[in-house]
């Protein structure tokens, strides 16, 4: 019998998108990014740490043959294997860092930089395998700390360790790699070394051991050296360890973010036998992927959802206490890597606060030390203390503390509310004019107030919500006062202004009233493509499609109006919404390498997939989710308290679209909204289709 976590193909949207041709409204939307997907393969653990798989240098996880890109089809490399790294990115655009360190090259003969075709690669949950043209075979596994890699090969192998290793291919700009401030590696035995690295203001720490090593010795520039020791600063030449081993060889390897003592420490902890390590990490997906049991006659469904599940839990990662900022003593739950809060605030966060509470408790935990010591909330987390990226968006974190505030009657909302303070003094402008640079900031801040009065409320501290809400009532100002869309005047990021116009607000009567209900309707019906004939994609790399000059949704393409959509629920035309979402998931999605619309930023497309498909979505910062159409007869969501959210649908087929009625709990719903809270203390939703 099936498991779940056989369904996942961990393949899915890595090259280049292959999706079916689109036909009706699907074929008005124009893409904005570049057209693929952009995740990786590499095994890895639930939110876990290590990710390891073959390394090429590509555009933007090291893995593939992507040369950097940003519009039309992607260009590419030759992408051949340069070895095996351990921290691959999922989805991650130009955020400037990309991590790949500890670089390990099975090399047949001397040492050299490696350079070989890959000849076939296998993958599953928690597995990756890869066949060289040395005729090197790869395996390797993880657990949430550590990476096994397993080798097999004709003659005596020296694995190769670049500790000096991070980034893409330096050809690709000097963006995309970087020199470490300093390295340092030792000789522990004949099968242990470890190092140290500093790289973009970041000590990262190394342990790895080799089963059955016979030597270990340290190199430089591809020349081995002698002694136990070696330390570089600027260190600009690449330099680190190698294992001696016979015709098969097995390896572990962990980071640290404390030491390279606590670095050893993950390493005695971890399993010693590889199999075992797989199968723990198999276990672990699949408990996982289960807590969303879903009902489909479909394999092809099937797979198409659980594998973009799948990469919804790739980030952020959790790394048990270990922090580059914080004393680890006084703060236990951090997570190593939370990538960016612009791609994943919306549908990746609520969709893990939902189900998963201990990834829940430790997210939303950092978000607030962050904000506590930093005087603002992050907008990118990763391992670099310059990559927060403010062009985005600001106050994000705001938004996942009333998320999570609605699903955890243990949040600390007392915390909440004063790094929420703290957050907004910092806006200095927005404060000082009610103004900033890029009005969708605007829109961040004030909805970030509004949802931070709620919790303030709630904790009877009555005085603060009124303060917050007083300033939250100028988001108005974003909007053109003739027009009632967003102000032409502000720059935009990664669209236009009609891609920002259509967000959910706290208030959306007020908004609609801006431009007037009809108005409303006809610019939506405007930006969907309803009154514009097919268009056709750019196939040019890195050229704007907006020169094209008209106004279009991205088509699931970019995560910038992903909501819009569900802005008709609001204006009474749910049927808009259900053909655009219906349109979506049978045009936009599939299976396979080419089976994502756009690039997959910290799981922020694969978690509206699985929302849409649910027939639910939630409204970030809100206490509320919206009716959407569900493709699938039905599921059984287990909560992250351990109720059970069950969904059945009815009339369910592919010439059935509109939702014309739904119960929750036997009562009926006539908005197509209901409770986050709710929702959270288990029930049954019912969605009859036509």
Request: glycine letters at 8%; charged letters at 25%; aromatic letters at 12%.
């Amino acid at each position: 019998m099936k498991r779940i976590s056989d369904y996942v193909n961990v393949f899915q949207g890595n090259g280049k998108i292959d999706l079916p041709t689109p036909e009706g409204i699907a074929a008005t939307w124009l893409f904005i990014k570049a057209q693929c997907g952009n995740t990786t393969p590499a095994a890895a653990y639930p939110f876990g740490k290590m990710t390891v798989c073959s390394y090429t240098g590509g555009y933007p996880t090291g893995y593939g043959n992507h040369r950097q890109n940003f519009c039309g089809d992607p260009m590419t490399i030759p992408g051949k294997v340069r070895g095996f790294s351990h921290l691959h990115a999922s989805g991650t655009g130009g955020i400037g860092t990309y991590h790949n360190y500890a670089l390990t090259a099975p090399i047949i003969g001397g040492l050299c930089e490696m350079c070989e075709d890959l000849v076939s690669e296998r993958a599953s949950v928690g597995y990756y395998s890869a066949e060289l043209s040395s005729g090197v075979k790869f395996e390797g596994t993880v657990t949430r700390d550590v990476a096994l890699h397993r080798y097999l090969a004709a003659s005596p192998l020296t694995l190769q360790i670049d500790f000096s290793h991070s980034g893409l291919l330096p050809e690709l700009g000097d963006r995309y790699y970087d020199i470490p401030e300093c390295v340092e590696v030792g000789i522990k035995s004949k099968s242990r070394v470890t190092a140290h690295l500093k790289n973009q203001g970041v000590d990262l720490y190394f342990a790895a051991e080799c089963k059955g090593s016979k030597d270990a010795f340290l190199w430089k520039d591809y020349e081995k050296l002698g002694g136990e020791s070696i330390a570089e600063s600027e260190c600009k030449s690449p330099i680190g360890a190698a294992f001696v081993c016979e015709k098969n060889a097995e390896m572990r390897l962990s980071i640290s973010l404390v030491s390279r003592e606590h670095a050893e420490e993950l390493l005695d902890n971890a399993p010693l036998d590889f199999e075992a390590a797989r199968r723990d990490t198999e276990d672990a997906w699949e408990n996982y992927l289960s807590k969303i049991k879903i009902e489909t006659e479909d394999d092809t469904l099937r797979e198409i959802f659980y594998s973009n599940l799948y990469h919804s839990l790739i980030k952020p990662c959790c790394a048990n206490g270990e922090s580059f900022i914080y004393d680890r003593e006084k703060n236990s739950d951090f997570c190593f890597d939370l990538a960016t809060m612009w791609d994943m605030y919306k549908t990746a966060l609520p969709l893990i606060f939902t189900l998963y509470p201990e990834e829940s408790r430790s997210i939303v935990n950092t978000l607030i030390s962050v904000t506590e010591k930093e005087g603002k909330s992050p907008i990118n987390l990763t391992l670099s203390r310059t990559t927060d990226f403010s062009l985005q968006a600001r106050m994000l974190a705001e938004h996942s503390f009333a998320d999570y505030s609605y699903r955890y009657e243990c949040a600390d909302r007392e915390r909440m509310v004063d790094a929420a303070l703290l957050d907004l003094s910092a806006q200095k402008d927005f404060l000082e004019t009610g103004y900033t640079e890029r009005f969708t900031h605007i829109l961040d801040i004030c909805e970030a107030l509004y949802a931070t009065a709620d919790i303030a409320r709630e904790i009877g501290r009555e005085a603060d919500a009124e303060y917050l809400l007083s300033i939250a009532d100028s988001f108005t100002n974003a909007y053109d006062k003739e027009t009632g869309m967003m102000d032409e005047r502000s720059p935009y990021y990664e669209g236009d202004n009609y891609n920002y116009s259509f967000r959910l607000h706290k208030d959306m009567q007020r908004r609609i009233d801006l431009m007037g209900k009809e108005k409303f309707l006809e610019k939506l019906d405007e930006l969907f493509g309803y009154t514009r004939d097919a268009v056709k994609q750019s196939r040019e790399p890195n050229v704007n499609p907006q020169i094209a000059g008209f106004h279009s949704f991205e088509g699931f393409n970019n995560e910038s109006d992903m909501e819009a959509p569900f802005a008709y629920i609001y204006a009474g035309r749910h049927d808009k919404t259900a053909e655009i979402l219906s349109s979506g998931m049978k045009y936009m999605f599939t299976k396979g390498r080419g089976g994502l619309p756009g690039n997959n930023d910290s799981g922020g497309l694969s978690s509206y997939y699985v929302w849409a498909s649910l027939g639910i979505y939630p409204v970030t910062g809100q206490d509320k989710m919206l009716i959407g159409s569900p493709i699938l007869d039905g599921a059984e969501l287990i909560l992250s308290n351990g109720k059970t959210f069950k969904i059945t649908v009815y009339d369910n087929n592919s010439s059935h679209i509109y939702v014309k009625r739904v119960l929750l709990n036997g009562r009926e719903i006539t908005d197509y909204s209901f409770s986050v809270r709710e929702m959270m203390q288990g029930g049954h939703l019912e969605i009859y289709k036509s």
